[in-house]
């Protein structure tokens, strides 16, 4: 039994899985779009609308939980002076998942997971 495993497992250990979150999710916000599987874009989507959550608030603590996750100086300053201030009037809803077909490959479907822009 599944008993609070949520999420997708995406074929990794949990630490796999974890620097895979923090490394996507670093990219999304140096690129502001990134292209991966439909899977992993579903799987990203929560994790970094719960860090732009916390850019908007902007306060130390939200800085130091963000930190935890997205280690990079320059990606944490770029999170909360541009894109916090950027989603301050939007009450949620900061990312979109795009599906671009199949990769040539494995079959495997893609999507570009976008921050939106406002």
Partial sequence: ???NAKGRQLSRTASHKR???RNMAASLFEHEA???TVAKAK???PYAEKIITLARRGDLHAIRQ?????????ILTKLFKQIGPR???RPGGYT???KLGHRPGDGAEMARIEL???
């Fill in 96 to 98: 979109r998942i795009l």
């Fill in 19 to 21: 620097a895979m979150m």
């Fill in 1 to 3: 039994m599944r008993h």
């Fill in 87 to 89: 989603f301050a009037a």
């Fill in 66 to 74: 963000v930190e935890q996750k997205i280690p990079n100086k320059t």
């Fill in 34 to 36: 990134i292209t991966t």
């Fill in 116 to 118: 939106v822009g406002e």
């Fill in 43 to 45: 799987e990203i989507r």
